[in-house]
């Protein structure tokens, strides 16, 4: 079975632009979580959905925004970039919301913003 | 706020030489212990989930343990395959007393195993 899938690999972008990163989740698994890993660090929790509606949100600002399709793949928006911005955006899934199952991790997405 | 913490930073080992990695927390309802394997530019990759105090569990060199405060990576006899960020990161429950899916990450051990 194929994994967590994320879309696209590498980004590059100026600041002030917007930009939407992609996920598809592990098959029959319909819970999304959203992390921001900067250079060095852990990842940090942006957003989890479940069956399309937000379920957590951590410390982020409004300028990032997520929603989860019916088929249960992920969009995650940052409006306004700053070069604070730039990370690695790691997609995880996992089968159900407020549960301890393990979240899988996709290949990520390297953002640069210039 | 729940608080994680990995030792060392950083630890270089000889091939053969085995060690023990730290992640110590500070939680308010620990659902959850789990380790990480992340290589350089690529998403971390699952080890272990340790849910309750004196779990341990084993995968080839690797063995994971839990204490009430603390949890154990040890790597025994290790290769240069090896080499990676392991991360440590708990799941905990929130205000209203649902472990929603927000995992808190440590810093990670880079680990370089030298043949």
């Known amino acids: 079975d194929a994994g967590v899938t994320q879309s696209p690999t590498h980004l590059i972008k100026t600041r002030g632009q917007q930009v939407t990163l992609r996920c598809s989740p592990i098959?029959?698994?319909?819970?999304v979580s959203w992390y921001q890993q900067v250079l060095g660090q852990g990842p940090q929790f942006i957003f989890q959905?479940?069956?399309?509606?937000?379920?957590g949100r951590g410390n982020f600002p409004d300028r990032f925004s997520a929603r989860q399709f019916p088929n249960y793949s992920s969009e995650l928006n940052v409006n306004a970039l700053l070069l604070g911005d730039s990370a690695l955006y790691l997609c995880?899934?996992?089968?159900?919301?407020?549960?301890?199952?393990?979240?899988?991790f996709g290949p990520g997405t390297r953002l640069t913003v210039l | 706020e729940d608080q994680v913490t990995q030792s060392p930073e950083a630890l270089r080992l000889q091939e053969g030489e085995s060690s023990s990695l730290n992640c110590s927390y500070t939680v308010s309802g620990l659902r959850g212990l789990f380790w990480y394997r992340q290589d350089p530019g690529k998403g971390p990759e699952f080890l272990f989930t340790?849910?309750?105090a004196g779990e341990e569990k084993e995968k080839e060199r690797l063995k994971a343990t839990l204490t009430k405060k603390e949890s154990f990576l040890h790597i025994t006899a290790p290769k240069p395959e090896d080499s990676a960020t392991y991360l440590c990161a708990v799941l905990t429950t929130n205000a209203g007393g649902t472990s929603y899916g927000k995992l808190t990450f440590g810093q990670g051990t880079i680990l370089t195993v030298h043949p």
């Open positions: 340790l849910y309750s």
């Open positions: 995880a899934s996992s089968s159900h919301w407020g549960s301890t199952d393990t979240q899988y």
């Open positions: 959905y479940y069956e399309k509606e937000e379920r």
């Open positions: 098959s029959g698994h319909k819970s």
